[in-house]
């Protein structure tokens, strides 16, 4: 992992086209600005990572629950 | 081509109906192909099942069905990556956890399963979290 420190109203380029800025500190927290082509996702790893965490809990399905679903109408 | 499922036993597909995930699902980035197996006539539920490896295979539903209002924004770059050039292709599918008890399981609202059923491409979205499209939403109450 590359690290570099950077103060207050400072910024790093990743590539030609993103920019991390650090808009505030205080305390234990950051405020990041980000400028990204709009093709670019940008979220809190936390948010993909549920949404990980979530579809492999989707894959535990028992059989006795898969039955209980065929029964299931709207 | 024959198939192996998860739930279904071994099936026989089209060609044709294989969905191409290009960037797979959040945790399951590698795998890329997939079908949709209906569960049983006048079910609304289905399998998502993939093609490359038999035990991925999520049970989806429209998720409008649980939740009327249900809305999210599609963005320009999404449409272009699912080749979307009329809005009647598309069909949005929501993953569901089962839990026992039963009436205790969810629907994943913030990351619905958009397909363009034309062109067979499809992918997971992410969206930020808001109260109305939740991780896990109940899915007690549309159901009978």
């Known amino acids: 992992m590359l690290v570099l420190s950077r103060k ?3 910024s790093i ?3 030609d086209q993103i920019e991390l800025k650090i808009l505030s500190v205080d305390g234990e927290q950051v405020k990041l600005g980000i400028v990204a082509p709009k093709d670019v996702k940008v979220y809190r790893s936390e948010v993909y990572e549920s949404i990980q965490q979530q579809n492999k809990e989707s894959l535990n399905i028992s059989k006795s ?10 | 081509m024959k198939i192996d499922t998860k739930f279904l036993g071994e099936m026989n597909i089209e060609e044709n109906e294989v969905i191409q995930f290009p960037n797979g699902i959040p945790g399951f980035e590698k795998i890329k192909k997939f079908v949709i197996l209906p569960l049983e006539s006048e079910s609304p539920f289905a399998i998502l099942q993939s093609i490359e490896q038999t035990e991925v295979g ?3 539903a429209l998720p409008f069905v649980f939740k009327k209002d249900y809305e999210f924004d599609l963005s320009d770059e999404d449409k272009e990556e699912l080749k979307i050039t009329d809005s009647e292709d598309l069909i949005t599918y ?8 039963f009436n205790s399981s969810t629907i994943n609202l913030q990351a619905p399963v958009i397909i363009n059923h034309k062109q067979k491409i499809a ?7 808001s109260s109305s499209n939740p991780l896990c939403y109940p899915i007690e109450g549309g159901m009978s």
């Open chain 2, 94 to 101: 929501s993953i569901l956890t089962l839990k026992e008890p």
């Open chain 2, 58 to 60: 999520f049970v989806i």
């Open chain 1, 65 to 74: 629950l898969l039955e209980q679903l065929s029964k299931k109408n709207i």
């Open chain 1, 13 to 15: 380029m990743i590539g």
């Open chain 1, 8 to 10: 207050k109203d400072e």
């Open chain 2, 123 to 129: 992918k997971q979205l992410v969206l930020q979290y």
